[in-house]
């Protein structure tokens, strides 16, 4: 009896001390529609906290798809793709994400999983799945990656950011037997983007594998919108490719593409793939009016004036003690320091409706506690402005 009180008090003095750093995160019901003007715990916000870069979350056309895809495929699949799961919609996704990612990579194959962070599991449990095999990790790589490399039986060798002569230096003095470079493409607290074909070169003249994560990239990145690869316009055999489609393509889930080999290697052995259900087929069928906008003119349009929002943005604030991270993506930090500045920073947004995360250790470094502001093309310039002027208050009021 008395057991069951002890660990829980136990569980609550983890809860307090987390408290005492000002490191509690607190969850926030939507009562409406991923979109910027979102209601929040019953409270009309403007939001600049999604990763809906596009907005499609909330597209007409989007919608419409899930529900026809519902209607015809039904709203579950029912069991892992290699039971029965496996439906039309998935295949046909799959193979418009393989045609897509063609120019890029040789003889593409493209797999969609339920989730990028069970994607980034597959790739590298399967790629390193030999104890002579070593995973070098970009410092800064988001949490599934990490979690990817403990997983994997590979040792794992972590290079500084974005540091290529670093990371040669290792690749020369290894001698495992697989050699795995993986990396964000565009860092997902800091906005910046990994140096890719620099990445590359190096990989390829040591016979190395590059994985790259493009969650933030897919969708916005490149002229059509393919994301890291098409935007700095690289193509190799090495290169193993993850996008997520929950973010800019506004649905859920991911895919990874590769030389169809590599994608075989996962049906046959990638856990993450092989012990769970497959998505609902609906969402695959979703995907597809995602595709046509990002593929199509309106892909572009949206492309065009999230990049106007992004410079106009960065225009408008005139920061002093906080700073302003140099990247020209939708991410777009502000470094407040301290956890607790941090936090009162959001809540101050929060009191005149403006919603932007404070971003705490563990996810960045102790110290760089930070405003995270996404922009999306469902901003307008004047949210934009509004956005500007509160921060630059904002920081004045608090010095
Ligand atoms: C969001 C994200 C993921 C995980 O993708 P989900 O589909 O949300 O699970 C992986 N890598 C990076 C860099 C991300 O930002």
Redesign the pocket.
């Known amino acids: 009896m008395k057991a069951v009180p002890d660990l829980i008090a136990g569980v609550d003095r983890k809860l307090d001390a987390l408290a005492g750093q000002s490191l509690m995160r607190r969850l926030r019901v939507a009562d409406s529609p991923c979109a910027p003007r979102q209601v929040v715990d019953g409270r009309a916000m403007l939001a600049f906290c999604s990763?809906d870069y596009l907005g499609l979350a909330a597209h007409p056309d989007v919608i419409e798809a899930l529900r026809e895809g519902a209607g015809r495929y039904g709203a579950g699949s029912g069991a892992s793709h290699l039971v029965s799961g496996h439906s039309r919609a998935h295949a046909l996704l799959e193979g418009r994400l393989g045609e897509w990612m063609a120019p890029h990579l040789e003889q593409a194959r493209a797999l969609y999983l339920?989730?990028?962070?069970?994607?980034?599991l597959a790739i590298l449990t399967a790629l390193g799945a030999d104890s002579d095999a070593m995973i070098f990790s970009e410092a800064l790589?988001?949490?599934?990656?990490i979690d990817g490399a403990r997983l994997a039986k590979a040792g794992v060798t972590v290079y500084p950011h974005g540091d290529v002569d670093a990371l040669a230096a290792q690749l020369a003095a290894s001698s495992a037997g697989t050699r795995i470079v993986v990396t964000?493409?565009?860092?997902?607290m800091d906005g910046n983007l990994a140096p890719l074909p620099a990445l590359l070169a190096l990989c390829e003249r040591h016979g190395a594998w590059l994985v790259v994560?493009?969650?933030?990239g897919f969708g916005v990145l490149g002229a059509r919108g393919r994301g890291a690869l098409e935007h700095f316009d690289l193509r190799s055999p090495n290169l193993v490719y993850?996008g997520?489609?929950?973010?800019a393509a506004g649905v859920?889930?991911?895919f990874i593409a590769a030389h169809a080999s590599v994608i075989e290697l996962l049906v046959q052995r990638a856990r993450p793939y092989i012990y769970t259900t497959a998505a609902p087929p609906a969402l695959a069928h979703a995907l597809q009016a995602s595709l046509d906008i990002i593929g199509g003119e309106e892909g572009t349009r949206r492309r065009a004036h999230l990049a106007a929002l992004v410079a106009h943005l960065r225009d408008a604030l005139r920061l002093q003690r906080w700073q302003l991270l140099p990247s020209h993506t939708a991410i777009q930090p502000v470094i407040v320091g301290s956890n607790d500045e941090a936090l009162r920073a959001a809540a101050g947004l929060h009191e005149q409706g403006l919603w932007v995360p404070a971003i705490r250790p563990p996810t960045v470094a102790p110290g760089t506690a930070r405003l995270r502001m996404t922009l999306c093309a469902a901003h307008s310039h004047d949210d934009v402005a509004l956005l500007a002027r509160a921060l630059n208050e904002l920081e004045r009021a608090t010095a």
């Open positions: 990763n339920c989730t990028g962070y069970m994607a980034n790589n988001h949490a599934s990656l964000d493409s565009v860092f997902s994560d493009d969650a933030h993850m997520t489609l929950g973010k859920g889930g991911a």
